[in-house]
């Protein structure tokens, strides 16, 4: 059983570490959500990418500058719409709309993912946690083996990615983990302490890791 885990992971794993992602945080003004959405659904409904998506989310717990944040995300290689629309000018005057339901965009950045475990629509609620590591190849090696622990008992997704520009306060990595909501992301943390050999084995391995910050999020809407 635990092969096949291993071999569902690394799948997933191929198949998301060719991506990258800009994301830019704001916030809102009170009551513009709805707007704001449909601001986005009349930039994004009805476009076809050439890999990736967007995703809308709004931040929850832990983030005190922001309440939402645009996430482009797609291959380098193979990035933006397959029309024929002008994304500069389009952006451009997106931005100056949303201008109008915001009080300012407060912080933007973008990074690698380097792996991404899972795929489960049903989890739209999301804890982010950025840091400094000493030996990132240390650390991913560290994470994969502690995802697949975890995988056997949750069908959460597991993210780990890098900041490559505009990383907060510094933090140069970030690992994501999903779940149904707030209770459900509790519930599982609960239980994830409870296989605490391979958490041993984990913080062992990691390397050295300076906390920067972590919170959560809850995707509204994506394209």
Known sequence: MKNLIYLVLFVSTIAHS?????????????????????????????AEFKSGGINIESFDIGNMKSTHRIVIYGDPAN??????????????????RMNNHIEAWTHSSSGNILSWAGDNEEHTY?????????????FKVAHDEIVTEMSAYTDGEFGFGTYEIGGFQ??????????????????TQRAMKKITKPWKTYYKNRGN???IRNYTAENVKHY
Request: glycine share 4%; hydrophobic share 40%; aromatic share 14%.
């Open 170 to 187: 510094g933090a140069t990595h970030w690992v994501a983990v999903t779940a149904k909501s707030w209770s459900d992301l509790i519930l």
């Open 18 to 46: 060719q991506n990258a992602f800009k994301e830019f945080q704001f916030e809102a003004k009170r009551g513009t959500e709805t707007a704001i959405l449909a601001l986005t659904d009349e930039m994004w409904g009805n």
């Open 126 to 138: 999301v804890q982010i946690y950025e840091f400094k590591t000493s030996d990132p190849t240390a």
């Open 209 to 211: 890791v300076e906390f």
């Open 79 to 96: 990035w933006g719409r397959k029309d024929s629309i002008s994304n500069k000018d389009k952006w451009m005057v997106f931005k100056e």
